[in-house]
């Protein structure tokens, strides 16, 4: 049987002759899933709930938090907030004081351009000064190798790791 | 972030540099009045939002709620001649060279590169009065109409002050420079110039308390060490080194 087609869905390119899929023709609409309460801070989720509007549009929606922490608890049998001081996040910042790095930059400062420090970089800032000493004094070997070697030419890979992964820490000392 | 393709060719590179602002927030404060067309904020309806990508530039800045308001009701297109190679600046000497005025020397107050503009002070102005009442007359002030940088006005050559048409060369030491054609003398870009919305020049800045000195700024407190991240914490904070941790071992 034909069913009448609503000529503001499907144009007339589209009309076929006979229908057996549903009405839409497999189009979903989604439109209806409306995300009012989902967006915003906890705090202003929590101001727009009381606002008249928003009940009449959502009069059965739970405010979802996405893990907020609390700063205190209901009492018990009761409707009342307690805050809980210790339950409030304690931000521990270093002391600023002589610290003259401000987030902003003055426009006088002139343009500074400091290069990538690699690991080459590294090495002439801990061995060349030694080793240009020695190679003018003439105490460095046939292969370069130097004859008295200094704390950091003296190490080898294994026991620089060593040394890296001796760092412990002091939470758990009495 | 850069804008767009389409915004990024209709802001003038002059007006970014005064402007002294960031590309993104420009953006941003063109967007901002309502310039485009939103759906209804019903269920029916999609939340979609179609831009306005084709602006009307005006003697308001971009980022005005003027130029935004200019810009809510469409316009017919204006078409500007694209000039390749910009060469007017804040604090130039250029001559008037049609209207009323013309035939006078002015200096420029504005540059308005989108619409090919320069606004001259004091010439080519009508007058009108300003806050006037039955007991005061008003203030008379002049308004400046824009002049056109192709053929309504033109930079003076400094050997006689006449107008002249000019080229830009490379002098001796590389730097690109506004030549007159006529005598082949420079004519230097003014010290106006370099003013932006912040400052007059950079020199003459006016440092607030949250701003970075060039002496802060430029101290190079790194130490290169041979020793890791941990490493150094542990030293500052004076935990010693012990012993390393038993190998591990993954099978």
Redo the contacts between chains.
Sequence with gaps: MLLPIPTSLVSYAQCRALHTSASLLGKRNF??F?LGPKAGTLAFKNERAKEVSFRKKFPDIDIPDYGTRPTGAHRLGDSTFITVPEMIPELVVPDLTDF???????????E?VQEE?TAR??FN??YSDKITADFERGALTEGGQPREPSA?EA?TPES?R?????????IWEK | MRLTQSLLSSVGKMTKLYSNLPESYIKRAMEKGKVGWKTPRT????PKEIKKKHYRFTMNRPWTDEFARQNQVSRKKVYVKPIPKWSYFRGDMVEVLVGKDKGKQGTVSQVIEERNWVVVEGLNAHYRLVGKTAQYPGTMIASEAPLLVDDQVALLDPADNKPCTIEWRYNESGERVRVSTRSGRIIPTPTQAEETY??KT??T?R????????D???IIS?K?????F??D??ES?G?E?????SETHWY
Aim: aromatic fraction near 10%; hydrophobic fraction near 35%; charge should be negative.
């Design positions: 439109r209806k409306l003259n790095l401000k987030p902003y930059v003055s426009y006088r400062c002139p500074v420090f970089d590294l800032a801990v950091e190490l620089a060593q040394r890296a992964r001796g760092v412990h820490t002091d | 269920v029916q309806y999609q912040d400052y950079a020199a800045y440092e607030s308390e949250r701003d970075t000195k060039e802060d700024l430029t790194f290169p060490q041979l020793s890791t941990e490493m914490v542990a904070m935990i080194l012990g012993p390393p941790p």
